[in-house]
């Protein structure tokens, strides 16, 4: 048994994810994986299932009956990371934009007591994105500006979804109430976690965009984010 278990929501993933699986599993440090999957038609799910044959008791997977968004797959996983009792619960994309070695250094980050959920970022040190053009990094840099002048946010990567959090974190701020359900479910995960006065600590990465897949960025998710973070302001917690 670990103390730690990584994320991985999936739709369409079959070119990375049994590469991602394998490179989380290749550490020193134990970590479990729990992939989310909301019914992909490209047979990532079928995969995920033959590779527990090789990762037995390492390597779990809910299935979902269709794409229902990021966010509540996170809820539906941290639900059943709670229940089974991992200490440090990990979100983590399946496409190796985040580098899967920085594990370690969000692990290292809660269990030494330094922060109650630490971030992956990648503003903490000037921009440290590969393989994006211009326009996107601007949009996702001013994103999180955007938020940081709203709520008071001391985080430079509030969209960031690359994070640990310690169990205790996710036992407390109520993730059922969480209302945003793309990339704004982000940032107010990080503002429902400051709101009830935890830690939080950035460790710089370089974001590298996806080489194998399809993004899942759309119009829509931008748009929930930038409402969605007004009304979260004045929203009453506790």
Excluded at 116 to 134: C, E, F, H, M, T
Excluded at 139 to 145: D, P, Q, T, Y
Excluded at 151 to 180: H, N, P, Q, S, W
Excluded at 182 to 190: L, V
Aim: hydrophobic fraction near 40%; glycine fraction near 8%.
């Amino acid at each position: 048994m670990t103390d730690s278990i990584v994320i991985i929501p999936t739709y369409n993933e079959i070119e990375n994810i049994e590469n991602i699986v394998r490179k989380v599993f290749s550490f020193d440090k134990s970590f479990h994986i729990l992939i989310v999957d909301d019914n992909s038609p490209d047979g990532t799910a079928k995969k995920i299932k033959e590779l527990q044959h090789s990762f037995p008791n390492k390597l779990n997977i809910l299935e979902r009956s269709g794409k229902l968004g990021l966010g509540t797959a996170y809820i539906t996983g941290f639900h059943w990371a709670i229940e089974k009792k991992y200490d440090y619960i990990f979100e983590m994309d399946a496409d190796f934009s985040h580098p899967p070695k920085d594990l370690l250094n969000l692990y290292n980050i809660c269990a030494n007591g330094t922060a109650d959920l630490s971030i992956g970022s990648r503003y903490i040190k000037g921009i440290s994105v590969v393989n994006w053009p211009l326009s996107r990094i601007l949009i996702s840099f001013c994103a999180s500006l955007y938020v940081r002048l709203i709520t008071g946010l001391k985080i430079k990567d509030t969209t960031a979804g690359f994070v640990c959090y310690k169990r205790k974190v996710l036992e407390t701020i109520g993730i059922d109430k969480i209302k945003m359900k793309g990339y704004g479910f982000q940032i107010e995960m990080k503002y429902r976690a400051y709101k009830y006065g935890f830690k939080a600590k950035e460790v710089p990465i370089v974001f590298t965009d996806r080489t194998e897949g399809t993004s899942k960025m759309s119009g829509g998710i931008f748009s929930e984010a930038l409402w969605g973070v007004v009304k979260m302001r004045f929203k009453k917690f506790k």
